[in-house]
C-alpha cells in the first residue's frame, strides 16, 4: 500500500511563498487520483486542490490562482506551489491519495503558518 511523506512546512510573511512535497512509495503512484488537504483550528478538514490522474486539477476558490498543485509521476511526488500566501492560508496542509473510491492514504501533516 502506498505511503506518503510530506515536507515543505513552514512559517512565512504574508505574500510570501511555500512549496510543498509529497513523496508517495508504492509501484502505482500515477493511477492515483492526489490531492492537497488542509485544516485549521477549529475548522473541518477542507479540499485545497485536487489532480486526477489524467492530469486534471481543480482548486478551492479562495486559492484559485494563487495555488498550484502538479505530479511528477516519473519521481512518485506530488506537489504544492502556494505564492501571496495570506494568514488565511495557515493550517496543517495534508497529502491524500485516493486508492480506491473508497479507500484514502492520507499524509503526517505539515504546518503552514502565515504571519501578518
Known amino acids: 500500500q502506498v505511503q506518503l511523506v510530506e515536507s515543505g512546512g513552514g512559517l512565512v510573511q504574508a505574500g510570501g511563498s511555500l512549496r510543498l512535497s509529497c513523496a508517495a512509495s508504492?509501484?502505482?503512484?500515477?493511477?492515483?487520483?492526489m490531492g492537497w488537504f488542509r485544516q485549521a483550528p477549529g475548522k473541518e478538514r477542507e479540499s485545497v486542490a485536487r489532480?486526477?490522474?489524467?492530469?486534471?486539477?481543480s482548486y478551492l476558490d479562495s486559492v484559485k490562482g494563487r495555488f498550484t498543485i502538479s505530479r511528477d509521476n516519473a519521481n512518485n511526488t506530488l506537489y504544492l506551489q502556494m505564492n501571496s500566501l495570506k494568514p488565511e492560508d495557515t493550517a496543517v496542509y495534508y497529502c491524500?491519495?485516493?486508492?480506491?473510491?473508497?479507500?484514502?492514504?492520507w499524509g503526517q501533516g505539515t504546518q503552514v503558518t502565515v504571519s501578518s
Open positions: 491524500a491519495a485516493r486508492l480506491t473510491s473508497n479507500t484514502i492514504v
Open positions: 508504492g509501484r502505482t503512484f500515477s493511477s492515483y487520483d
Open positions: 489532480v486526477s490522474r489524467s492530469g486534471y486539477t
